[in-house]
């Protein structure tokens, strides 16, 4: 048993299962225990008004929407707190938005238990990290060069939503979703949605 001051853990993923394995895999293999969970946006932000939590494990796509959308108000309420990504989406395509919110660990679900466990160590004991080649951009992937506003419109542009609703959902104004639609087509040289949705699914944007 660690005998170091305890981390406060909250696992925020919209597969119940998935928070479960966490959770187990952080007991009984790093003994720490306190955990708590929350499956989307809205349940997140509850939950961290409820304890002060040092290290959060979040996805990038909840039921609710993307965290990218959130990730501001939480460094800026909660600027000391660690935060890990652990997502099947591709690490190349939102590296570059992460970084700019100080978020180093970035943990694929299709690694090895292994692999998962020693990230997690690294990650709930502080110790600094060297950017890995997984959080560099790829200058094949059209999706690489998107800035985190424009990643957050593209999830409901994938989604189906039209202008007005991505404007209603993300209270933004509708021109400022043209434009921001704009550039995304232009920096992934798609012509249509049908086109962005084809790109989306051979460089593994889940949406």
């Known amino acids: 048993m660690r005998t170091d001051m305890q981390p406060v853990i909250l696992i925020?993923?919209?597969?119940?299962?998935?928070?479960?394995?966490?959770?187990?895999?952080?007991?009984?293999?790093?003994?720490?225990?306190?955990?708590?969970?929350?499956?989307?946006?809205?349940?997140l932000m509850r939950e961290l008004v409820k304890k002060r939590f040092t290290h959060l494990i979040l996805d990038i796509i909840l039921s609710d929407g993307s965290s990218l959308e959130i990730i501001p108000n939480i460094r800026r309420l909660y600027p000391d707190m660690k935060i890990m990504i652990?997502?099947?989406?591709?690490?190349?395509?939102?590296?570059?938005?992460?970084?700019?919110?100080?978020?180093?660990?970035?943990?694929?679900k299709s690694v090895g238990e292994e692999e998962i466990i020693e990230c997690l160590n690294k990650f709930l004991s502080n110790e600094e990290v060297e950017r890995t080649n997984e959080m560099q951009s790829f200058k094949g992937n059209p999706f690489a060069t998107l800035a985190p506003r424009e990643l957050e419109i593209l999830h409901y542009v994938l989604k189906g939503f039209g202008t007005k609703e991505i404007s209603q959902t993300l209270n933004?104004?509708?021109?400022?979703?043209?434009?921001?639609?704009?550039?995304?087509?232009?920096?992934?040289?798609?012509?249509?949605?049908?086109?962005?949705t084809e790109l989306a699914t051979l460089y593994s944007v889940n949406y």
């Open 12 to 43: 925020v993923d919209d597969h119940s299962m998935i928070r479960k394995g966490l959770k187990l895999n952080i007991q009984l293999n790093l003994h720490y225990s306190d955990i708590s969970e929350a499956g989307s946006c809205n349940e």
């Open 172 to 196: 933004l104004k509708m021109n400022t979703i043209s434009t921001v639609k704009t550039r995304i087509f232009e920096k992934t040289n798609a012509g249509n949605v049908k086109e962005l």
């Open 86 to 108: 652990f997502s099947m989406q591709p690490a190349e395509v939102y590296g570059e938005a992460l970084k700019q919110y100080g978020i180093k660990f970035y943990l694929s």
